[in-house]
């Protein structure tokens, strides 16, 4: 069974082409295969499959084999693997994810995809659709207590939930402490993606984040899409004009709308190909 290691901004996974491949149980190859000691080693799997609905369709599934809605740096990825592998000569191509179908508008210069964008669709703030339990219709800026310390958080959708919090600093704090508390509290029933963010200026935002059922990663797609999102709904940011998201990997453009339509835009790398006997 052969399979790609990919990046985007840090954030890796495998990727399987399943026009060749067929995969049974995603959920335990994603697990074994994730552990970065004695496998591949990674943030998950990622399947590129048929679509009736559009050009490809995408699953994706974390190092615990929970499956993910929506991943905004495998998308990118996708796009570059689609295209460099010869699956398509579009430069707009569209990727059926459990979020709904997403268009990815890809840079090519000279045979190779310099860099994607991806159109993220809306943000979502209602506290059901998220889910986050409230008895507020949206949790923006509200207090939050983990770990015995209060936090300011935003809670939004980007297909798959995020809880974004504004911070003084993000470079000393334990993520391995407290991520899995936000992840795991009681009012986010799906379970929570978290967001630490220090404000630069207006146009620039220093990130780190902790995935829900993978930990802390170099990079999170949706989790720079939710946090400009929040950035824009707390007056931070502007409306349409694109903001630059310095994450561990490297960094994301994020531009998000008055409407909060959001458009997501970096690179996305080959690491190696390899095969599983």
Do not use: Q
Not at 211 to 225: D, F, K, P, V, Y
């Amino acid at each position: 069974m052969k399979f790609t290691k990919m990046h985007g901004a840090g954030n890796d996974y495998i990727y399987f082409n399943c026009f060749d491949e067929k995969i049974d149980d995603p959920e335990a190859l994603s697990i074994r295969l994730s552990d970065r000691h004695f496998s591949v080693g990674g943030d998950g799997i990622v399947l590129i499959m048929p679509s009736e609905v559009a050009d490809f369709r995408m699953r994706m599934f974390n190092t615990d084999g929970s499956e993910g809605k929506m991943c905004g740096n495998a998308s990118r990825c996708i796009g570059k693997y689609v295209y460099e592998k010869g699956l398509t000569d579009k430069t707009t191509v569209t990727l059926e994810t459990l979020a709904g179908i997403k268009t990815l508008n890809l840079d090519v210069k000279d045979g190779k995809v310099k860099s994607v964008c991806v159109d993220m669709g809306k943000a979502e703030f209602s506290a059901p659709k998220i889910p986050v339990v409230s008895d507020k219709e949206e949790v923006i800026d509200e207090p939050l207590t983990v770990g015995g310390k209060e936090y300011r958080v935003t809670c939004v959708s980007m297909g798959n939930p995020h809880c974004v919090t504004f911070v003084d600093e993000v470079k000393s704090l334990e993520l391995d402490k407290i991520g899995v508390l936000f992840e795991n509290n009681e009012i986010f029933p799906e379970r929570v993606n978290t967001e630490f963010i220090r404000v630069i200026d207006s146009h620039t935002l220093e990130m780190r984040v902790w995935e829900r059922g993978s930990g802390e990663t170099l990079a999170c797609g949706t989790g720079a899409c939710a946090s400009v999102a929040a950035a824009v709904r707390n007056g931070i940011c502007k409306a349409g004009e694109e903001v630059t998201v310095k994450l561990l990997g490297g960094d994301l453009y994020i531009t998000c709308s008055e409407n909060y339509d959001i458009k997501m835009r970096g690179g996305a790398e080959f690491a190696f190909d390899g095969e599983i006997r």
